[in-house]
C-alpha cells in the first residue's frame, strides 16, 4: 500500500468509515539559514516528502488523534487548559488555538496522520505537521478564507507558543506555498516572495543524513538568535538585513568575538542567498555550488552549528565533484544537501556510504529529492 491508502485505511480501523485526506510538504533549503529570524532571505522549496492525515469533523468540541508512526493516540478540547501532554499532539492543539485566536473557526474532528518526511534530518518535518492541519482546518471549517500566510504565522505561533522554539517563517511558510519545479525566495522582512524555476537538466538534489539527531528546543539555536539580537541593538537597526560588514567592522571592538562570528556570517549569508538567485538566472550553476560550499563554510566555522559528521560529508563531496554541498537547516545533525552533477552521482553516493562507515560504524541515509506542491487537499 502506498502512503494514501496506509492512512485511508488506519483512519477506519480507528473512527470508522472514510475522511478527507489533506498533505503538506516537508522542504529544503538551498541556500539562506538562520536568516529568516534576521529579517534576511531565504531560499526554500517543498519536497516529494509530506504528512498525510484523513479527518474528519466529528459533531463535538474535542479532537481525536492518531499518529501511525509513533502509535500513539491523544485528545484534547480547544481551550488553553485541554493542552495535551504528547509533545506531537502540541503541534496540532496549537494549529487549532492559534486559529481560534486569530478569530477562526475550529470544531471537533478525528484524525489519523503519518508521514514520509525523515525525522531528525532538517527536513522540517513538524512545519509539514503544522501545515497539513493549519490548511484542513482552513478548509474544513473556515471555507478557505484565512490567507495563506496567515496560515504559515499559525504553524510558526505553534512552535514559539505550544512547543518553545522561536523560529523563523521559513519553514512553515515554505509548507504552504510550495510548488512544483519552483524554489520560493521569501524576503523574511517584507514576506514578499518570487517563484524561480528550479529543475537543471543534468543535475539532481540529493541529501546525505549523518543520522546524528538534533533536538532544538532549549539547544543552542536559540543562542544563536540572542547573539544576533545584541549585535543588532549594538548598531542601532532593526535586525541584521539592515547591517553590512563595514558597520560590523566598526563596532568590533564592542561586542565579544562570539557575536561577532554569528552576525558576520550572518551578513554574509543574506548577500549569498540574492547571489544565488541571479546565477541561476544567468544559469550559472557553477557559482551556485560555489557559493553552497562557502555556505556550509560558514555555518561551521562562525556560526558554529555544523558538527564533525556533517564536515565530513562535506569534505567527501568537494573529493568527488559535486558541484555545491552544505549542511541544512538549524544545524547540530541532520544533513548535508548537495548539488550532483548525474554524471557523478553513483561515485559520491558509494563514495560516501563507504568512508563514512568506516570512520562511524554506520551508513548515511540518502534521500533524492524532487521539487513539488506544497499543503494541499488530496
Given at each position: 500500500?502506498?502512503l494514501?491508502?496506509?492512512?485511508?485505511?488506519?483512519?477506519?480501523?480507528h473512527?470508522?468509515?472514510?475522511?478527507i485526506?489533506?498533505?503538506?510538504?516537508?522542504r529544503?533549503?538551498?541556500?539562506?539559514?538562520?536568516?529568516?529570524?534576521?529579517?534576511?532571505?531565504?531560499?526554500?522549496?517543498a519536497?516529494?516528502?509530506?504528512?498525510?492525515?484523513?479527518?474528519?469533523?466529528?459533531?463535538?468540541?474535542?479532537?481525536n488523534?492518531?499518529?501511525?508512526?509513533?502509535?500513539?493516540?491523544?485528545?484534547?478540547?480547544?481551550?488553553?487548559e485541554?493542552?495535551p501532554?504528547?509533545?506531537?499532539?502540541?503541534?496540532?492543539f496549537?494549529?487549532?488555538?492559534?486559529?481560534?485566536?486569530?478569530?477562526?473557526?475550529?470544531?471537533?474532528?478525528?484524525?489519523?496522520?503519518?508521514?514520509?518526511?525523515?525525522?531528525?534530518a532538517?527536513l522540517?518535518?513538524?512545519?509539514?505537521?503544522?501545515?497539513?492541519?493549519?490548511?484542513?482546518?482552513?478548509?474544513?471549517?473556515?471555507?478557505?478564507?484565512?490567507?495563506?500566510?496567515?496560515?504559515?504565522?499559525?504553524?510558526q505561533?505553534?512552535?514559539?507558543?505550544?512547543c518553545?522554539?522561536?523560529?523563523?517563517?521559513?519553514?512553515?511558510?515554505?509548507?504552504?506555498?510550495?510548488?512544483?519545479?519552483?524554489?520560493i525566495?521569501?524576503?523574511c522582512?517584507?514576506?514578499?516572495?518570487?517563484?524561480?524555476?528550479?529543475?537543471?537538466?543534468?543535475?539532481r538534489?540529493?541529501?546525505?543524513?549523518?543520522?546524528?539527531?538534533?533536538?532544538?528546543?532549549?539547544?543552542?539555536?536559540?543562542?544563536?538568535?540572542q547573539?544576533?539580537?545584541?549585535?543588532?541593538?549594538?548598531?542601532?537597526?532593526?535586525?541584521?538585513?539592515?547591517?553590512?560588514?563595514a558597520?560590523?567592522?566598526?563596532?568590533?571592538?564592542?561586542?565579544?568575538?562570539?557575536?561577532?562570528?554569528?552576525?558576520?556570517?550572518?551578513?554574509?549569508?543574506?548577500?549569498?542567498?540574492?547571489?544565488?538567485?541571479?546565477?541561476l538566472?544567468?544559469?550559472?550553476?557553477?557559482?551556485?555550488?560555489?557559493?553552497?560550499y562557502?555556505?556550509h563554510?560558514?555555518?561551521?566555522?562562525?556560526y558554529?552549528?555544523?558538527?564533525?559528521?556533517?564536515?565530513?560529508?562535506?569534505?567527501?563531496?568537494?573529493?568527488?565533484?559535486?558541484?555545491?554541498?552544505?549542511?541544512?537547516?538549524?544545524?547540530?545533525?541532520?544533513?548535508?544537501?548537495?548539488?550532483?552533477?548525474?554524471?557523478?552521482?553513483?561515485?559520491?553516493i558509494?563514495?560516501?556510504k563507504?568512508?563514512f562507515?568506516?570512520?562511524y560504524?554506520?551508513?548515511?541515509?540518502?534521500?533524492?529529492?524532487?521539487?513539488?506542491?506544497?499543503?494541499r487537499?488530496?
Amino acid at each position: 500500500m502506498n502512503l494514501k491508502e496506509k492512512v485511508a485505511q488506519a483512519f477506519a480501523d480507528h473512527f470508522g468509515g472514510e475522511g478527507i485526506l489533506f498533505a503538506s510538504a516537508g522542504r529544503i533549503n538551498l541556500i539562506g539559514e538562520h536568516t529568516d529570524y534576521n529579517g534576511g532571505f531565504v531560499f526554500p522549496g517543498a519536497i516529494d516528502k509530506v504528512i498525510m492525515a484523513d479527518i474528519r469533523p466529528n459533531g463535538t468540541d474535542s479532537a481525536n488523534l492518531y499518529s501511525m508512526d509513533l502509535g500513539e493516540s491523544a485528545s484534547f478540547g480547544f481551550n488553553e487548559e485541554d493542552a495535551p501532554s504528547q509533545q506531537w499532539a502540541r503541534y496540532i492543539f496549537g494549529v487549532c488555538r492559534e486559529t481560534i485566536k486569530r478569530g477562526g473557526t475550529v470544531k471537533g474532528f478525528d484524525a489519523v496522520f503519518a508521514g514520509n518526511v525523515p525525522l531528525g534530518a532538517g527536513l522540517s518535518s513538524s512545519a509539514a505537521l503544522e501545515s497539513c492541519f493549519a490548511f484542513a482546518i482552513n478548509d474544513l471549517f473556515n471555507g478557505n478564507s484565512i490567507e495563506k500566510f496567515e496560515l504559515a504565522k499559525i504553524g510558526q505561533s505553534t512552535e514559539h507558543n505550544y512547543c518553545g522554539v522561536n523560529c523563523g517563517i521559513m519553514d512553515q511558510f515554505a509548507s504552504v506555498f510550495g510548488k512544483k519545479d519552483c524554489l520560493i525566495r521569501l524576503d523574511c522582512r517584507s514576506l514578499e516572495y518570487e517563484y524561480f524555476p528550479f529543475k537543471i537538466d543534468g543535475y539532481r538534489l540529493v541529501l546525505v543524513d549523518s543520522v546524528v539527531k538534533h533536538e532544538l528546543v532549549d539547544s543552542p539555536y536559540n543562542k544563536r538568535r540572542q547573539s544576533c539580537e545584541r549585535v543588532a541593538a549594538r548598531l542601532g537597526v532593526d535586525t541584521l538585513r539592515d547591517a553590512d560588514m563595514a558597520m560590523l567592522e566598526s563596532a568590533k571592538s564592542d561586542i565579544s568575538a562570539e557575536d561577532y562570528m554569528r552576525a558576520k556570517f550572518v551578513i554574509e549569508e543574506k548577500e549569498r542567498v540574492l547571489d544565488v538567485c541571479n546565477a541561476l538566472g544567468r544559469g550559472d550553476i557553477n557559482t551556485v555550488g560555489r557559493l553552497m560550499y562557502e555556505t556550509h563554510a560558514g555555518l561551521s566555522k562562525d556560526y558554529e552549528v555544523s558538527c564533525e559528521e556533517l564536515d565530513f560529508l562535506n569534505d567527501i563531496a568537494k573529493e568527488c565533484g559535486v558541484t555545491g554541498s552544505r549542511i541544512m537547516g538549524g544545524g547540530f545533525g541532520g544533513c548535508t544537501i548537495n548539488l550532483v552533477a548525474n554524471d557523478k552521482y553513483d561515485h559520491f553516493i558509494a563514495t560516501a556510504k563507504e568512508k563514512f562507515h568506516a570512520k562511524y560504524g554506520h551508513e548515511p541515509k540518502i534521500y533524492d529529492v524532487i521539487i513539488s506542491d506544497g499543503a494541499r487537499r488530496l
